[in-house]
C-alpha cells in the first residue's frame, strides 16, 4: 500500500452562504494523493454544499480551490471532469431510461472515427465493450453493457455509478453516500474499490453517516458541524463513540 | 482482485436473464404494434369502402401527414428531452404569414418565382429558429416550466398573425408556389419526399448521435446530466429550436398546399403532434420515444381522418377516436412501466 503523497486537492478558507443563511463558513480541508479522508457531519453541518464546491456545482461565495497546488475555478460539472476531479452524487447520478454503458460513457461519448464521427455518431459497440472492461477492471461486474439502469437493481446501480466515477477519475474521487440503500455485503465491496483507488494514488473523499464504514476505510476524518470544521484528525485517534460525539458536539474535542 | 470480481458479481446480483422467444419479442415491440393497427385500419376502412384503397385517397393521407410528420418529430425530441412545445402548431401560422408577407413584396418588385420561393422558405425557418429560441430563454434564463414558455410563445405567435393579417390569409405570392404541390412519382409528392429525407436525417441524429444521447439523457435524468458534463442549457436551446424549425418547415407546407399565408392554419396542430407522439410511444414524463413510432402515431392519426370521412361518418368524430387511441397507447404504456418495474 502506497503511503499517503503531496497535497492534491484543497479548499481554503471556503464559505458559501444562500442570501442570509451561511451554508460554509470558513472551511479548509485537503485530500493528498493516496489518501481517504472521511467528511462526516450531522444534516445540515454543510456537507452537501461543500461537495458540490468541490465537484465543481456550485460556485463558493469566498475561498480558494486547489488542484495540485493551483487555484481553480470551476464554473460547472463539466471543467473539474475535464480536470480530473469525479462525483459520485447520493442516489441520482445516473440516467434510468440509457443502458449501462450510456451512463458509464455519458459525456464523454466516443464518436466514429473520421467524418461520421464529426457529425456525433457514437461508435456504440466499441463503447459497449468498452464499458464492460472499465467496470470489470474496477472490481465490478454488471449483467451487459446494453441493459437500462432501470432494469438493475439498486445495489447493481450504485456499482455502475461507482465503477464509472473510479474508471474516469484521473486524480480526486468524491463519493457522497455511496454505501446508501445497500446490504452489508455490497457495502463491504464499496470499501474495497475504495481502497483500490486509493492504492492507485487517487485521492478519495469520503462521505458518509455510516460512521463504522468511515472509521474502517479512511485514513483521516474531517468533521463539520453548522457549516465549519470543527476536527481534522488522522482517523486512529477516534473510536466510534468520540466520533459521534465530535459530530453532535456532545463532548468537548 | 480476482477474488474481489467474483465477490461484486454476486453481491451486485448478477443473473443471466433467458433470452425471451422471437415471437414475443415482436409483439412487445411497440413500433411493430402500431403498424399491425395501421394495417388493420386501412383493411377495415377499404372493406367500409373500396374508394379508401387506392392512389388518390393515400395521396390525400400523405399530403396531410407530411406537415404533421415534420412538426410531431420536432415534438418528439422535445418529449423525450423531458419538455413540451406548445408553440408548434402556432409556428406553422406565424410562420406561414411572414413569409407570405415577404415572398408578396418580393414577388411584387419583380423577383423571379424560384428566389421568392428559397427566400420564402428561409424566412419561415428562421421564423421557427427564433421562436425555438425565444422558447429556450424562457425555459434556461426566466426559469419558466416548458408548458408555461410555450404557451407565452403559442399566445405571442397565433396572436400576432392574426393582428399582421387582420385574420385574413397573405395572397399575392408567386404562381410557382402551387406547382410545386401536385403529386408526381404516384403518391410521393416533392412535400412527402422532403418528409422521408428528414424521418431518415432524424432518426440517424436521435438514436445514432451524440445529439440524441444527450436529449434521452436529460429527459431521464437532468441532474445525472448535468453532473456528468453535459451542457444542458445549450442542448435545451438546440431541442426547442429544431423543434421550431420544423414548424416553421410546416409552415411553408401549407402555403404551398393554400396558395396562402393563412394566420390560423396550423391552429391546434400541436395537439395532434402530441397525440401522434404518445401514440407512438413516448412518454411524456421524458426519456423514452422513438422516431419510428411518431412516424406511425402520425400516419395512424392521418388515415382516421381520411377514413372516416370515406366512410361516411361524420369527420368531428376524429377527435373521440384519437382521444381513445391516446388513451389505449397511455394505458399499455402505464402497464409496460409496471411490468419492467417488477422485474
Known amino acids: 500500500m502506497s503511503e499517503p503523497g503531496e497535497i492534491l486537492y484543497e479548499v481554503r478558507n471556503l464559505s458559501k452562504r444562500y442570501g442570509a443563511v451561511v451554508a460554509l463558513d470558513d472551511v479548509s480541508m485537503f485530500v493528498r494523493a493516496g489518501e481517504v479522508v472521511g467528511l462526516v457531519g450531522d444534516n445540515g453541518a454543510g456537507k452537501s454544499t461543500l461537495v458540490k464546491c468541490l465537484s465543481g456545482a456550485h460556485q463558493p461565495s469566498s475561498g480558494q480551490v486547489l488542484l495540485e497546488g493551483v487555484e481553480r475555478h470551476w464554473h460547472s460539472p463539466h471543467d473539474a471532469i475535464e480536470a480530473g476531479v469525479e462525483t459520485l452524487y447520493q442516489d441520482s447520478g445516473l440516467a434510468p431510461h440509457l443502458s449501462v454503458s450510456a451512463n458509464v460513457f455519458l459525456g464523454r461519448e466516443e464518436l466514429k472515427p473520421g467524418i461520421l464521427g464529426r457529425m456525433g455518431f457514437l461508435a456504440q459497440k466499441s463503447m459497449d465493450t468498452r464499458a464492460h472492461e472499465d467496470l470489470e477492471r474496477v472490481g465490478i461486474a454488471v449483467p451487459a453493457s446494453g441493459r437500462s439502469v432501470s432494469q438493475l437493481s439498486g445495489g447493481q446501480r450504485q456499482a455502475v455509478a461507482i465503477g464509472r466515477a473510479v474508471a474516469w477519475a484521473s486524480k480526486v474521487i468524491i463519493l457522497d453516500e455511496p454505501t446508501n440503500h445497500l446490504g452489508a455485503r455490497q457495502a463491504r465491496e464499496v470499501l474495497q474499490v475504495m481502497r483500490s483507488a486509493k492504492q492507485q494514488g487517487l485521492g478519495v473523499i469520503f462521505i458518509s ?11 483521516r476524518v474531517v468533521v463539520l458541524r453548522l457549516g465549519r470544521v470543527v476536527r481534522d484528525a488522522p482517523t486512529s485517534e477516534f473510536d466510534a463513540e468520540s466520533l459521534l460525539g465530535t459530530i453532535t458536539g456532545l463532548n468537548a474535542t | 482482485m480476482t477474488q474481489t470480481d467474483t465477490h461484486v458479481a454476486q453481491a451486485a446480483g448478477t443473473q443471466v436473464t433467458e433470452a425471451p422467444s422471437r415471437a ?7 413500433q411493430f404494434l402500431l403498424f399491425l393497427v395501421w394495417v388493420l385500419m386501412v383493411i377495415g376502412f377499404s372493406l367500409i369502402n373500396h374508394i379508401f384503397f387506392s392512389v388518390g385517397v393515400a395521396e390525400n393521407v400523405l399530403a396531410d401527414w ?18 413540451i412545445d406548445l408553440s408548434v402548431g402556432a409556428i406553422v401560422g406565424f410562420s406561414g404569414v411572414i413569409s407570405a408577407f415577404t415572398m408578396k413584396s418580393l414577388h411584387g418588385s419583380g423577383v423571379s418565382g424560384p428566389a421568392t420561393l428559397v427566400v420564402g422558405i428561409a424566412v419561415c425557418v428562421l421564423v421557427g429558429l427564433l421562436v425555438g429560441l425565444v422558447n429556450s430563454l424562457l425555459i434556461n434564463y426566466a426559469k419558466l416550466v416548458p408548458f408555461i414558455a410555450t404557451l407565452v410563445t403559442l399566445g405571442a405567435c397565433s396572436g400576432l398573425a392574426l393582428v399582421f393579417t387582420k385574420g385574413a390569409p397573405v395572397m399575392g405570392g ?5 406547382k410545386l404541390a401536385p403529386a408526381w412519382l404516384g403518391p410521393f409528392s416533392g412535400p412527402v419526399l422532403v418528409v422521408l429525407l428528414v424521418v431518415a436525417v432524424l432518426w440517424l441524429f436521435v438514436h445514432k448521435a451524440r445529439f440524441g444521447r444527450y436529449t434521452f439523457a436529460i429527459g431521464s435524468n437532468s441532474f445525472a446530466a448535468r453532473a456528468a458534463g453535459i451542457n ?10 429544431l423543434s421550431g424549425l420544423l414548424a416553421g418547415l410546416a409552415g411553408f407546407f401549407f402555403y404551398i398546399r393554400l396558395g396562402s399565408g393563412a394566420p390560423t392554419s396550423g391552429l391546434g396542430n400541436e395537439l395532434d403532434a402530441i397525440a401522434a407522439v404518445v401514440i407512438g410511444g413516448a412518454a411524456l414524463t421524458g426519456g423514452v420515444g422513438r422516431v419510428s413510432g411518431t412516424v406511425l402515431g402520425a400516419l395512424i392519426l392521418t388515415t382516421v381522418t381520411s377514413g372516416l370521412i370515406i366512410s361516411g361518418v361524420d369527420p368531428q368524430w376524429k377527435r373521440v377516436v384519437v382521444a381513445g387511441l391516446i388513451a389505449i397507447a397511455a394505458t399499455l404504456q402505464a402497464l409496460r412501466k409496471r411490468e419492467g418495474a417488477a422485474a
Open chain 1, 209 to 219: 453517516h455510516t460512521l463504522p464504514h468511515v472509521l474502517e476505510v479512511t485514513d
Open chain 2, 66 to 83: 407530411a406537415p404533421l410528420v415534420l412538426i410531431a418529430l420536432g415534438e418528439l425530441v422535445v418529449i423525450i428531452g423531458g419538455g
Open chain 2, 174 to 178: 408567386p404562381p410557382e408556389a402551387i
Open chain 2, 232 to 241: 444542458v442549457k445549450r442542448h435545451i436551446m438546440r431541442i426547442y429550436m
Open chain 2, 24 to 30: 414475443k419479442t415482436l409483439f412487445s415491440n411497440q
